[in-house]
């Protein structure tokens, strides 16, 4: 049972360049969800989804697109990098019901210069 | 704005005593509290949580002590362990229009001296 697995571990982005962040779940959750995590500011919700075909901005979508073509994946796209973008992201399901918590994946540390 | 705010940012305690990290929250939808707990190079986990009808909440040597009228909850780690040296993130979950969404603190680094 893998979880919610991220790919890739580390990425360094030149200004202006557009990447995607992959994540995968195996455990058919519903509600899936990215994050950013930067020092002092805890985690941030940048979009979340419901279900396949159904996503929604968060507290700090500008600059991120997401889709959900599948209920297993949910990328999140970086359409023209900037240093601002310079953090660590979390991707994130869980099954609906708040009582089930989150299920994190183990972060993808990025790099804007 | 923060929805929800912790403190203290860094916590240096002892082995052996009791760790406490607050938290408070302005928004009354909130239904679900949960706290993880984040180790280096790792993702947030969850450790525990507690909904507001409730007023305390012990799973081993984890607590959360909740205050509805004042809108504040705390975690409280007795008898510390190096092991308990993480990060450490309250949260609060609504549900809007059908999704669940999950607002975090800002954190708190804990250090356990041996």
């Known amino acids: 049972n893998a979880g919610v697995t991220q790919t890739p571990k580390f990425q360094v982005l030149k200004t202006g360049q557009s990447m995607t962040l992959q994540c995968a779940q195996d455990?058919?959750?519903?509600?899936m969800s990215w994050y950013r995590q930067d020092p002092g500011m805890g985690l941030r919700l940048i979009h979340y989804s419901v279900g396949a075909g159904i996503t929604d901005q968060g507290e700090v979508p500008n600059g991120y697109n997401v889709s959900r073509s599948t209920t297993e994946d949910f990328p999140l796209r970086l359409l023209s990098a900037a240093p601002s973008q310079t953090s660590v992201y979390f991707c994130?399901?869980?099954?609906?019901?708040?009582?089930?918590?989150?299920?994190f994946g183990s972060g993808t540390r990025l790099t804007v210069v | 704005q923060q929805q929800v705010k912790q403190s203290p940012q860094s916590l240096i305690v002892q082995k052996g005593g009791i760790s406490i990290i607050n938290c408070a929250y302005e928004n009354t939808a909130f239904d679900y509290f949960p706290w993880y707990q984040q180790f280096p190079g790792k993702g947030p986990a969850l450790l525990i949580a507690i909904r507001p009808d409730v007023s305390e909440k012990k799973e081993g040597r984890f607590t959360i002590s909740f205050n509805k009228s004042a809108k504040q909850f705390s975690l409280h780690i007795m008898d510390s362990q190096p092991g308990d040296s993480a990060t450490y993130f309250c949260a609060a979950t609504s549900f809007i229009q059908g999704a669940q969404k999950l607002v975090f603190g800002q954190g708190t680094r804990l250090t356990i001296n041996p």
């Open positions: 994130a399901s869980t099954e609906a019901g708040a009582e089930y918590g989150y299920t």
């Open positions: 455990m058919n959750h519903e509600y």
